[in-house]
């Protein structure tokens, strides 16, 4: 690996470093873009509660 890799490497977040609840599925992220874009807030909200709360994530979504 070239030391450019490596001293960029190191910047980058991984996403082993992250949080797990802060990883979203793409089904996530185009219900919430979709929600947010036709103007449904309530289904926004729903959606983006259950996508950063890690308990959720073992519920089915709305």
């Known amino acids: 690996m ?3 890799h490596t001293e960029l490497s190191r910047h980058l977040p991984s996403a082993h470093t992250q949080p797990p609840h802060m990883v979203l599925e ?8 979709s929600a947010f874009l ?19 994530k073992k519920k089915p979504p709305i």
Request: proline share 7%; no cysteine; aromatic share 10%.
């Open 2 to 4: 070239s030391s450019a």
């Open 26 to 33: 793409i089904s996530e992220v185009v219900g919430l873009s």
């Open 38 to 56: 036709t103007g449904n807030p309530h289904r926004f909200a729903a959606l983006y509660s259950h996508a950063f709360n890690p308990a959720a």
